[in-house]
């Protein structure tokens, strides 16, 4: 069975990573001229996106466990 505590922290990362995904998705739809750091801003989104995901399916398996 998993903590309340650990279930809180799991949440918090996965925050984390969607604020990510959002913040880097913005820097690369802001440059217009879609420069080398607009790729590279795109690939950190899909990257914190992906992240988040899986960090999220853990979490589900983990309460189905417990159950």
Known sequence: MISSAARDRI?????????????????????????????????KAMGMQEAAHLVKSALHDVDVKSL
């Open 11 to 43: 949440k918090l990362a996965i925050d984390q990573l969607e604020e990510g995904f959002h913040r880097y998705d913005e820097q690369s739809s802001a440059d217009v001229n879609d420069s080398y750091s607009a790729a590279l801003a795109r690939g």
